[in-house]
């Protein structure tokens, strides 16, 4: 286990409250990598006087939603009320709307909560107003210390941080073989963190073979993202190794007589190319893939700039004698039909 790094407790000072950021995320794209021992701003925080559960204060009934579904808070109310959150930032636990996309706006504070519900009142009738333990201020300054004090330690990598404003806490996920790590993250700052800490992956590998498939062979065209093909002749064939793998020779012998080569292409980002093959399911007439994240949980971009092509050979005495549906995975992945994929193909058996 590496050395550990103590973390001294931080006064945060005053800082902006961003009030209606109920879960905003900060993504590392780069691995990080921490070993926490101490207690930073939440590790000198004294329990208030009103610390039991969260007590509510019910005002006006919830406005239901019209004919044209829910229509938000009128206008103007959201921009009053984070005015007056920013103007009492000592004892504003942040705010949020309950449904979400409908009227009723929810406001949070550490105490006070009759002299805030009369206030908030005259601002927007019908605002709720719930009693919690740590202000939004409290909570983001904990998010930023986390972040910037754990930045380019070793031992864990990082993946992310944001504050839970419904539930009055920050959380924060890790990777990290140390199994006291999660533990000690939220007793350093106890009952403000719920720290998520899991463990780095190992070596991964594609499943070679299930009942009635085996793989042939992987790649990588970009240009196969989010297409299927099925091969039952010689001349298909050569076309899907040429398109799946950018190759021309060196294919895997194949019967054709009795198998029939079918290929996967999943759409990917650069930054996280890695899939595993895990089964191919071959039931009712369909065919589909079963694929994972080998290196999960992790951060993603969202830009398809990468693929993972799986080459199948599939048994033809397992699959119907007038042929098959092949789908790149259980539901068909059918949202971009008219995007130039292919991500289902019926297949005839000759």
Not at 65 to 88: F, T
Not at 131 to 149: G, K, N
Request: one cysteine or more.
């Amino acid at each position: 286990m590496a050395g550990s790094v103590a973390l001294q407790p931080m006064d945060p000072g005053p800082r902006p409250v961003r009030c209606m950021n109920a879960r905003m995320v900060i993504v590392l794209a780069t691995a990080l990598a921490v070993l926490v021992v101490g207690c930073g701003p939440a590790g000198t925080a004294t329990p208030r006087e009103e610390t039991s559960a969260p007590a509510s204060v019910e005002l006006a009934p919830v406005e239901p939603p019209g004919p044209d579904g829910p229509a938000g808070p009128p206008d103007g109310v959201i921009e009053d009320l984070v005015a007056y959150g920013e103007q009492h930032r000592d004892v504003f636990g942040g705010m949020y709307i309950d449904p979400p996309g409908g009227r009723s706006v929810v406001m949070l504070f550490t105490r006070d909560l009759e002299v805030h519900e009369r206030a908030v009142q005259d601002l927007a009738p019908g605002t709720r107003v719930r009693r919690v333990q740590f202000t939004e201020a409290e909570l983001r300054a904990l998010q930023d210390f986390l972040v910037e004090s754990l930045f380019g330690q070793d031992g864990v990598e990082f993946l992310s941080a944001s504050v839970d404003t419904i539930g009055n806490k920050v959380e924060v996920a890790l990777k990290s073989d140390d199994p006291t790590l999660e533990l000690r993250l939220e007793t350093a700052h106890l009952g403000m963190l719920d720290a998520s800490v899991f463990p780095f992956p190992g070596p991964w590998a594609n499943v070679e073979s299930g009942d009635g498939w085996r793989l042939l062979a992987t790649g990588k065209e970009t240009s196969e993202a989010y297409t299927v093909r099925g091969a039952t002749t010689t001349e298909d064939w050569d076309e899907l190794w040429a398109a799946a793998t950018g190759l021309d020779g060196d294919r895997p012998a194949v019967d054709l007589d009795a198998e029939v080569v079918v290929s996967f292409g999943h759409g990917l980002s650069q930054s996280c190319a890695e899939l595993r093959l895990d089964d191919v399911v071959i039931e009712g007439g369909v065919v589909f893939s079963v694929t994972s994240d080998p290196l999960a949980p992790r951060g993603c971009n969202a830009d398809l700039s990468a693929a993972a092509v799986f080459v199948v050979a599939v048994a033809r005495d397992a699959l119907p004698a007038d042929g098959f549906t092949l789908q790149l995975s259980q539901d068909g992945n059918p949202g971009c039909l008219d995007c130039g994929f292919t991500p289902v193909l019926d297949v005839d058996l000759p």
